[in-house]
């Protein structure tokens, strides 16, 4: 068994931190003194990465066989249920340790093997392409990085802030990358094995990707069906494909907030979603697809929506026929209108005291709400027709009179 090489720090529950493809346990240095208050933070570095042993030259580097290595040294440190917090190739093994061991939560940062098939060409292609610079031109390298263009030019595609990283993590970045003698044994194993974890984890699990990661793009490297049954969906804006050095504070109140557990789910959403391998974000997915999003709403019991479908309403008013509108923005919370103070503003609409209804009427029942597009079309269409109906040959509205045809002078 490879001998792990790991840092220490802090006091509380043990949580595990696991690097990715090419880097080590130095990368979560900017997250582990806000993590050391609340954890006793283990950072290791995985075999054949930083000051590890790699896997004895029989085995396969596979992420099953990454995670049994790391499970032998939390056996020899007594740690029987830990929190685990992976980046690429590290969620991926916290994913397979989570599997075969007890956790207490599951954070994956952008993790690898969420592809259908093989690892994507360009994944390929990117990572083999950054080992031959790393160790081919390490030193020009180093020297470039000593200058804000250069760590842009140099990381930009791994990180989504490199201008304001350090000279000396850019260079021992690129050193890691370079030297790691676990790099092509952990490559081959993964290119022809990807993620399929759809078996339940008795913990909760969260995974979040950079807003700016240019390494696993989404239509090819996030296929989030394959991950465990209610897992956390996050994204973490501004952040790269190794988000801790771009945002620690993000990243730290992530992993507490994965550790400590999620909020539970309305019984009506977990109903509807029992049986599915679907995400459940905190803040509500981009319009959940337009008409089913409001209609979801309406199911979760949110205040101020209603089971309408999106796109084209019908308003009432009062004698004449239903106008279809399209309706704008966001539903707001019912409205008393006054005694004869409807949404329109005049006597007879909906809001009057003849009105069945009586005063309790909403926006959505009295008509379209007001905004600044409808009060120009309102304001053009009535200038039209006036306009009309003061031109127009053998309109039923008569014209100005002139002086001295009739009409007063």
């Known amino acids: 068994m490879a001998r792990l090489a790991f840092t220490r720090a802090g006091t509380g529950a043990p949580l595990v931190l696991l690097h990715g493809l090419g880097l080590t346990r130095r ?5 582990i003194p806000m993590l050391a208050g609340h954890f006793d933070v283990i950072a290791v570095d995985l075999p054949g990465f930083g000051g590890s042993e790699p896997l004895p030259a029989q085995a396969e580097a596979t992420p099953a066989a990454l995670a049994a290595a790391v499970a032998g040294l939390l056996d020899e440190l007594g740690i029987t249920a830990p929190h685990l917090a992976g980046n690429s190739l590290g969620g991926w093994v916290a994913l397979e340790l989570a599997a075969s061991r007890p956790v207490a939560s599951l954070t994956l940062l952008s993790p690898a ?13 990117s990572l083999l392409a950054s080992r031959w610079l790393a160790r081919r031109a390490a030193g020009p390298l180093s020297r470039l990085v000593r200058y804000r263009l250069g760590r842009v030019i140099a990381l930009r595609q791994t990180h989504g802030r490199p201008g304001q990283l350090t000279p000396g993590y850019a ?16 490559f081959q194993a993964t290119v022809h094995r990807r993620i399929l974890a759809t ?80 995400s459940l974000t905190p803040v509500t997915r981009r319009a959940r697809a337009a008409g089913r999003g409001r209609q979801a709403r309406a199911a979760d019991g949110i205040p101020g929506s209603t089971g309408k479908p999106a796109g084209r309403a019908t308003a009432a008013r009062p004698g004449r026929r239903p106008v279809p509108v399209r309706w704008r923005g966001r539903r707001t919370a019912p409205r008393a209108w006054g005694a004869g103070q409807g949404p329109n503003g005049r006597a007879g609409c909906p809001g009057a005291p003849d009105c069945p209804a009586g005063r309790e009427r909403s926006r959505a029942a009295c008509g379209p709400r007001w905004s600044p597009a409808s009060a120009v079309a309102s304001a053009l269409s009535w200038r039209a027709g006036s306009w009309r109906a003061g031109s127009g040959t053998g309109s039923s509205r008569s014209r100005r009179p002139q002086p001295g045809a009739g009409g007063p002078t």
């Open 113 to 125: 093997g969420l592809w259908r098939g093989d690892t994507p060409r360009y994944c390929r292609v």
């Open 171 to 186: 260079r021992a970045a690129i050193q890691a990358m370079g030297t790691s003698p676990g790099f092509d044994a952990a």
């Open 27 to 31: 990368s979560w240095d900017p997250v």
């Open 199 to 278: 078996a339940p984890i008795g913990a909760p699990v969260t995974v979040a990707f950079g807003s700016r990661d240019l390494l696993l793009l989404r239509h090819q490297s996030r296929h989030l069906d394959q991950l465990p049954p209610g897992t956390q969906v996050e994204t973490l804006p501004g952040c790269g494909h190794v988000p801790m050095a771009d945002d620690p504070g993000a990243v730290a109140a992530l992993i507490i907030k994965s550790a400590a557990g999620w909020p539970a789910v309305k019984p009506a959403l977990a109903e509807r979603l029992a049986g599915r391998r679907v």
